[in-house]
């Protein structure tokens, strides 16, 4: 078994997957995968399952009985993972919108560099993003510099969700008490571990939108994420907030 783990959530990734797995496993440094499946209609599970015969003991599937969120399947994934032994948990989307190269220098981060939380990056170095309109551009953008305001976080990319976590962030995170199922999880996690006086660094990535697949982006994930924030915030700032 490897150190690392690739949490990678699916529904309907089918044309994605199996090139995806490969260029992780090609990878000079070794990942083990763990796909978490939300029994996607086009078969991607099965897909997997496939792949499982040629990469024994490496590729791992947890499969779900339905589309229950990003967070769900992330909470799940963590839990798993945290069964084993794996010292560094990547949270990594299934579309290639993060390269697979990008894995070994989210890892250096927190193994060499001293972070206990990696983040891939898009806005550290100015507006790192591909194939995007515009318009969900700007959305993106002014959504995290407005969830820094609101949270105090020292993130360029506070709704990033390319991370590798130091197995000791999600083993003290109760993540029973996650709140948020959409693109807010990504930032709640990271404000938790924030609270918890974690090192949280940044690696400029850049992120290239899909090009085989259906995005599952919405508007109404965004305004979870920008609507929500306030009210974290807020909770944490009592004793009874629960991290």
């Not at 699916?10 to 496993?25: H, Q």
């Not at 959409?182 to 850049?206: D, R």
Request: aromatic share 12%; with cysteine.
């Amino acid at each position: 078994m490897a150190s690392s783990l690739v949490i990678i959530p699916t529904y309907n990734e089918a044309e994605n997957i199996e090139k995806l797995v490969r260029n992780i496993f090609a990878q000079q440094r070794a990942f083990d995968v763990l796909v978490v499946d939300d029994n996607s209609p086009d078969k991607t599970a099965a897909l997997v399952k496939s792949l499982q015969q040629e990469f024994i003991g490496q590729l791992h599937l947890l499969e779900r009985p339905g589309k229950n969120g990003l967070g769900t399947a992330y909470i799940a994934g963590f839990k798993w993972a945290l069964k084993r032994d794996y010292a560094y948990i990547f949270e990594m989307d299934a579309d290639f919108s993060h390269a697979p190269n990008d894995l070994i220098r989210l890892y250096n981060a927190c193994s060499k560099g001293g972070a206990d939380l990696a983040i891939g990056s898009r806005y550290k170095t100015g507006v790192n993003v591909v194939n995007w309109p515009m318009g969900r551009v700007l959305m993106s953008y002014i959504a995290s510099k407005y969830v820094r305001f609101i949270t105090g976080l020292d993130i360029a990319d506070t709704t990033a969700g390319f991370i590798c976590y130091k197995r000791a962030v999600l083993e003290q995170i109760t993540l029973d008490k996650i709140k948020f199922v959409g693109y807010a999880f990504q930032i709640e996690m990271k404000f938790k571990a924030y609270l918890l006086g974690f090192n949280i660094t940044e690696v400029p990535v850049i992120f290239v939108d899909r090009t085989k697949g259906t995005s599952k982006m919405s508007t109404g994930i965004f305004s979870e994420a920008v609507f929500g924030v306030l009210g974290m915030k807020i909770k944490s700032l009592f004793k009874s907030y629960e991290i």
